[in-house]
């Protein structure tokens, strides 16, 4: 074989796999936006009836109550994990921590990231029965923080290393301090850091092994922090184990809500990192 | 000669990585006063080492060891109980790749203001941005769009950003690293020219790689050679009655230290290609 046909047979290879990985992504995508749009559309007002007394075995109301748990406990969870994770990333690309420590950190992080969740819910329940307390709300926010903060940590590590050190030498050679070059630092990796944050909020929206033992699975509207609560990726596993045909249909439609919210998700934190690369060193042009 | 405003006293410089690497063994140069002087030399010869370790900008990586002293008029750099920042705050430094700081044209110029507190209303702050942008030449081409980002200018006009964030700050002396060296000759010349006019306000210390700059632009000429520095002088004398057998092969291109593969059909590009140490 000449090079030439090696390099084309490389490049169908490629394109091979690229096909494969997009097609089953859209039909993943497809697949659910429409089972579940079907029903979500016909039927719009289940996500935002609270559950009967009876939902799970009859279908009665609807699914707000996951609805309104995802958010109650990703939103606080994001908030926590990415003030902690930013902290530490800076902390790691700045001159304060040494290079060697650096490294030996990274190192646990990814540790971290590769550790199945379910391992983080089983982790939290153990401290739950330690402490003597009841699964709810909180400890749903605890574990899905502990899940996101190797990620968004990892994400913003990787985006300050890659911000030029001479902006960090420009702000020195200004007379800058060593917090201002690492605000600066931020600054020019901000378009990575917000992508970084906003893949965790949504990894951590998806995830139902780190919530399964830890919010309880309630079925009822989420009444305070440490009340039981569920989300939607635990509902959508409740649901479709479920006897009534019709709670089986909510979990398409629960599952096209989530996925609309992911996808919604991705593309504000494009929208706002292409907003902020444009100030970024090498502006547009990269 | 005229009165020194920086004056090295036996400055060494030495990183101590993997292996111990001897950059800068001990020189004494005294650097004029309102005088334009270029370091010349070889790569690899310590000629960005020296830049740097005159504001102590070495330090904010690890494996480095100094020893020797730098002195700001009467003042040491080293010895001081003076804030680091206040200190590269008086010595300033323009990076060899012109980077714009992550924030807008007007931005980059206000930030040394207002980081050290330099102004009393958003006037004045206004009035002192356009004031630096007018003395870098550099103005007429923004004053329309100050509010957009100061990444999205050409690499020659972010590069005369950088000159107007460094003086913004008021700095005695400025430190240039082979600030043309990124540019395209039209934009490598409007910086020149930049300096040029600059040169009788400032003292300028410029790292070149290329001698006809050093002969278009310096006052002053210190030729650095692996780690030593083998003649200081004034720009003409350097030139045409070199007083080292070293400065004269260099000058007239003829300091090949190691094979080099690259092109060497321009005779200047002979000289700035060399690497030293192999």
């Given at each position: 074989m000449d090079r030439y046909a090696k390099g084309r047979l490389f490049g169908l290879l490629a394109r091979g796999a690229a096909a494969l990985v997009v097609a089953v992504m859209v039909l993943v995508v497809a697949v659910t936006i429409y089972r579940g749009g079907r029903v979500f559309l016909t039927d719009p007002v289940i996500a935002f009836t609270p559950p009967g007394s009876r939902y799970m075995l009859e279908g009665d109301g609807g699914f707000l109550h996951a609805v309104l748990g995802s958010l109650f406990i990703v939103v606080p969870a994001t908030v926590v994990s990415a003030v902690l994770a930013v902290s530490t990333a800076i902390y790691l690309q700045s001159d304060y921590s040494s290079e060697r420590f650096s490294d030996l950190v990274n190192m646990f992080l990814n540790v971290l990231w590769g550790t199945p969740p379910i391992v983080y819910g089983v982790f939290v329940l153990t401290i739950i029965i330690a402490i003597g307390a009841r699964t709810s709300l909180f400890f749903g926010i605890i574990a899905i923080a502990i899940f996101q903060y190797p990620i968004m940590t990892r994400y913003t590590d990787e985006a300050l290393r890659s911000a030029p050190e001479t902006v960090k030498e420009a702000t020195y050679g200004l007379g800058g301090t060593r917090f201002e070059a690492a605000l600066m630092t931020f600054r020019a990796a901000l378009p990575g850091i917000i992508a970084g944050i906003i893949m965790g909020f949504a990894r951590g929206i998806g995830d139902a092994a780190t919530v399964l033992f830890t919010t309880g699975r309630s079925t009822n509207m989420p009444g305070g922090l440490f009340e039981g609560a569920t989300t939607l990726p635990v509902l959508i596993f409740d649901q479709a184990m479920s006897f009534n045909a019709e709670v089986r249909s909510h979990a398409y439609a629960a599952s096209f809500v989530l996925i609309v919210a992911v996808l919604a998700l991705i593309i504000v934190s494009k929208l706002l990192a292409g907003r902020y690369a444009r100030y970024a060193p090498g502006g547009r042009h990269s | 000669m005229t009165d020194a405003a920086l004056t090295t006293d036996n400055l060494a410089v030495t990183y101590t990585g993997n292996r111990n690497v001897e950059a800068l063994k001990g020189v004494s140069i005294e650097f004029p006063a309102n005088q334009l002087t270029a370091i010349i030399g070889p790569s690899g010869c310590g000629k960005s080492t020296l830049l740097k370790s005159l504001n102590r900008?070495?330090?904010?990586?690890?494996?480095v060891e100094i020893s020797g002293d730098v002195l700001l008029g009467e003042q040491s750099v080293y010895d001081t109980d003076e804030p680091v920042p206040e200190l590269r705050r008086r010595i300033g430094y323009v990076p060899q790749t012109p980077t714009a700081l992550p924030v807008s044209i007007y931005e980059n110029v206000a930030y040394g203001l207002k980081i050290h507190g330099d102004y009393d209303s958003r006037a004045e702050l206004d009035e002192q941005v356009e004031h630096y942008l007018r003395k870098v030449n550099l103005w007429s081409e923004v004053e329309d769009r100050?509010?957009?980002?100061?990444?999205?200018?050409s690499t020659g006009q972010i590069q005369r950003l950088c000159l107007a964030r460094s003086l913004a700050v008021e700095p005695e002396v400025l430190l240039c690293d082979e600030v043309t060296s990124a540019l395209d000759p039209v934009s490598a010349e409007t910086v020149e020219e930049t300096l040029e006019s600059l040169k009788d306000e400032y003292t300028i210390i410029m790292v070149t790689h290329s001698m006809d700059q050093a002969k278009r632009l310096a006052d002053e000429v210190v030729f650095l050679y692996l780690g030593d520095c083998i003649e200081t002088n004034d720009t003409r004398s350097f030139f045409e009655n070199p007083q080292h057998e070293r400065t004269a092969e260099f000058v007239s291109g003829h300091t090949v230290v190691g094979d080099d593969d690259d092109d060497e059909s321009e005779p200047t590009a002979t000289a700035t290609t060399v690497e030293a140490g192999r």
């Amino acid at each position: 074989m000449d090079r030439y046909a090696k390099g084309r047979l490389f490049g169908l290879l490629a394109r091979g796999a690229a096909a494969l990985v997009v097609a089953v992504m859209v039909l993943v995508v497809a697949v659910t936006i429409y089972r579940g749009g079907r029903v979500f559309l016909t039927d719009p007002v289940i996500a935002f009836t609270p559950p009967g007394s009876r939902y799970m075995l009859e279908g009665d109301g609807g699914f707000l109550h996951a609805v309104l748990g995802s958010l109650f406990i990703v939103v606080p969870a994001t908030v926590v994990s990415a003030v902690l994770a930013v902290s530490t990333a800076i902390y790691l690309q700045s001159d304060y921590s040494s290079e060697r420590f650096s490294d030996l950190v990274n190192m646990f992080l990814n540790v971290l990231w590769g550790t199945p969740p379910i391992v983080y819910g089983v982790f939290v329940l153990t401290i739950i029965i330690a402490i003597g307390a009841r699964t709810s709300l909180f400890f749903g926010i605890i574990a899905i923080a502990i899940f996101q903060y190797p990620i968004m940590t990892r994400y913003t590590d990787e985006a300050l290393r890659s911000a030029p050190e001479t902006v960090k030498e420009a702000t020195y050679g200004l007379g800058g301090t060593r917090f201002e070059a690492a605000l600066m630092t931020f600054r020019a990796a901000l378009p990575g850091i917000i992508a970084g944050i906003i893949m965790g909020f949504a990894r951590g929206i998806g995830d139902a092994a780190t919530v399964l033992f830890t919010t309880g699975r309630s079925t009822n509207m989420p009444g305070g922090l440490f009340e039981g609560a569920t989300t939607l990726p635990v509902l959508i596993f409740d649901q479709a184990m479920s006897f009534n045909a019709e709670v089986r249909s909510h979990a398409y439609a629960a599952s096209f809500v989530l996925i609309v919210a992911v996808l919604a998700l991705i593309i504000v934190s494009k929208l706002l990192a292409g907003r902020y690369a444009r100030y970024a060193p090498g502006g547009r042009h990269s | 000669m005229t009165d020194a405003a920086l004056t090295t006293d036996n400055l060494a410089v030495t990183y101590t990585g993997n292996r111990n690497v001897e950059a800068l063994k001990g020189v004494s140069i005294e650097f004029p006063a309102n005088q334009l002087t270029a370091i010349i030399g070889p790569s690899g010869c310590g000629k960005s080492t020296l830049l740097k370790s005159l504001n102590r900008l070495h330090e904010i990586q690890s494996n480095v060891e100094i020893s020797g002293d730098v002195l700001l008029g009467e003042q040491s750099v080293y010895d001081t109980d003076e804030p680091v920042p206040e200190l590269r705050r008086r010595i300033g430094y323009v990076p060899q790749t012109p980077t714009a700081l992550p924030v807008s044209i007007y931005e980059n110029v206000a930030y040394g203001l207002k980081i050290h507190g330099d102004y009393d209303s958003r006037a004045e702050l206004d009035e002192q941005v356009e004031h630096y942008l007018r003395k870098v030449n550099l103005w007429s081409e923004v004053e329309d769009r100050l509010d957009a980002p100061g990444a999205e200018l050409s690499t020659g006009q972010i590069q005369r950003l950088c000159l107007a964030r460094s003086l913004a700050v008021e700095p005695e002396v400025l430190l240039c690293d082979e600030v043309t060296s990124a540019l395209d000759p039209v934009s490598a010349e409007t910086v020149e020219e930049t300096l040029e006019s600059l040169k009788d306000e400032y003292t300028i210390i410029m790292v070149t790689h290329s001698m006809d700059q050093a002969k278009r632009l310096a006052d002053e000429v210190v030729f650095l050679y692996l780690g030593d520095c083998i003649e200081t002088n004034d720009t003409r004398s350097f030139f045409e009655n070199p007083q080292h057998e070293r400065t004269a092969e260099f000058v007239s291109g003829h300091t090949v230290v190691g094979d080099d593969d690259d092109d060497e059909s321009e005779p200047t590009a002979t000289a700035t290609t060399v690497e030293a140490g192999r």
